[in-house]
Every structure is written in C-alpha cells, then in structure tokens.
C-alpha cells in the first residue's frame, strides 16, 4: 500500500479514537464491527482490533539466530483502514452514528448525532 503520509503537524483529529466501537464501511471486512486499537492521525488510519487482517509472506532473515520476527513464513495481522471507512457506533443507542463536536464545561466532547439520541460519547477532551 503506497499510502502518502500527510498531517504531519499532527492537526488532524481524527471522530474515532482508540477503544472506539466502529463499523467498517470498506474493504474485506465491510459490514463488521470492531473496536479500535489504534489511531494513526498522520495517515488518517486506524488499526480495528482483529479486522481487515493481511497475511504477510515473509522470508527467514537473521541467519543463525533467528527470533520468531525473523522466521520464514506466514503473518496475519491488521492492516490499518482510513478514518473514512469506519463509522463510530454510539454506546448509548448502539448505531452507527456521525459524531458531532460540541462544548460542555469548558471541554469540547464528542456526541450521536442520530435524531432521537444525542448523547455524549465521551468526556475526553478533543483539544
Ligand atoms: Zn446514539
């Protein structure tokens, strides 16, 4: 994946966050939920714990003593997916929802946009 790596002042804030419940809208697993493991704002891409896995073919490396990194073969792991492709699902009505930005006590917090719910998401800042 040739992906160009931007943002590199890092002022791109990313809606979903690490523990995030997200549903992935693109690529292998599309449809499926996942909770994020990690976000990668300078590539606006998040690891989804689990999902959209790549096998890697490797071969042995090393020489002599090899550690299991090193060894000949076969390695699953998830790929990164771009922020684009992934919508939060919202703890309180348990859908995938857009994520509104709003102020509450002096501190910008993430909240459901979906009609009829509203509800905060979380309290951590979003400076
Ligand atoms: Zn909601």
Known sequence: MAAKKRHLGGEFK???RS???VLIL???DVGERGRVAKVMPQWERAIVEG???????????????????QRAGRISKPAPIHVSNLMVICPSCNQ???IGHQRQEGKWVRF????????IIDRRETT
Do not use: F, L
């Open 14 to 16: 990313p809606h979903v």
């Open 96 to 98: 995938p929802t857009r």
């Open 19 to 21: 523990g995030d419940e």
């Open 51 to 69: 999902r959209n896995i790549v096998i890697r073919h490797q071969k042995a490396r090393g020489g002599q003593q090899v550690t299991a990194e």
């Open 112 to 119: 459901c946009k979906r009609e009829g719910c509203g509800e």
């Open 26 to 28: 693109a690529g292998k």
